[in-house]
């Protein structure tokens, strides 16, 4: 084969994935595929984040919202509230920075979270990307303050709505049908991985509003894994007496 024949290969051909094109691009090496598992895996992530906070003593509540189109969801916790003030290096706002930039967050060291689950700075910018919309409400610092986005990118800054005397963290997102093969939750997956996280961490109170079959359930459970083993125990003798 001729060097005339041959397709030219230059420095024009290298693609630059910046900000969260890559997870667009890529979103299974994010999040494992664009399945139901891949869908409800951005509902874990946020809750995670929600999680963290009870983890590092901040929050003791968490509010999940499925939306009547059972496309959308609202996970809401009473914890610190996302930093909304400017990132000394980076010049943006903390929640912007943290909703559109990959690995950034507080839980690379131990000072702000002993433990956390989550992806680890990856999560919420993750989800954000993959998101045809995003809706970010903090309260903190005396104030509520909003920021939306859509497919990952701010379609405003950081906005201070009104004075606030409450904190904690409400981040609203619909899944991006143009990514997924489907984005209906599965309310029966969100139950089961609710009550799971119930039962692992005893002092947290979650509550579910699932407006797709206009009903409220409530999780929580003290007692932590012992409530866990006690309830393995009465399905088994229920299993055995049947």
Known sequence: MSTASKSAYTASDIEV?????????????????VDSRGLHHLLWEI????????????ADKI????????????????GRGI???????IKRPALEVILTTLHSGGKFSNKNYA????????????????????????????????????????????????????RGTTIFFRPDDSIFRKVHFDTSIIKEHLEDISYVHGGLAITFHD???????????PDGIAAY?????AEGNKKAVT
Request: aromatic content about 6%; proline content about 6%; overall charge neutral.
């Open 83 to 89: 930093p909304v003030d400017m990132h000394p290096k």
């Open 115 to 166: 433990r956390s689950g989550g992806l680890h700075g990856v999560g919420s910018s993750v989800v954000n990307a993959l998101s045809s919309e995003m809706i970010a409400t903090v309260h903190r610092d005396g104030y509520e303050w909003v920021q939306k986005f859509k497919t990952g990118k701010p379609t405003g800054p950081l906005k201070q709505v009104r004075p606030f005397r409450g």
């Open 229 to 233: 083993l006690a309830k393995l125990t």
């Open 17 to 33: 994935l910046e900000g969260l094109e890559p997870v667009r691009k890529r979103p299974s090496m994010y999040i494992g595929g």
């Open 63 to 78: 509010v999940v919202t499925l939306h009547k189109d059972g496309c959308s969801a609202t996970i809401s916790d009473n």
């Open 47 to 58: 809750l995670d984040n929600s999680v963290d906070e009870y983890l590092a003593g901040e």
């Open 211 to 221: 407006e797709t079959k206009n009903e409220t359930l409530e999780y929580s459970h």
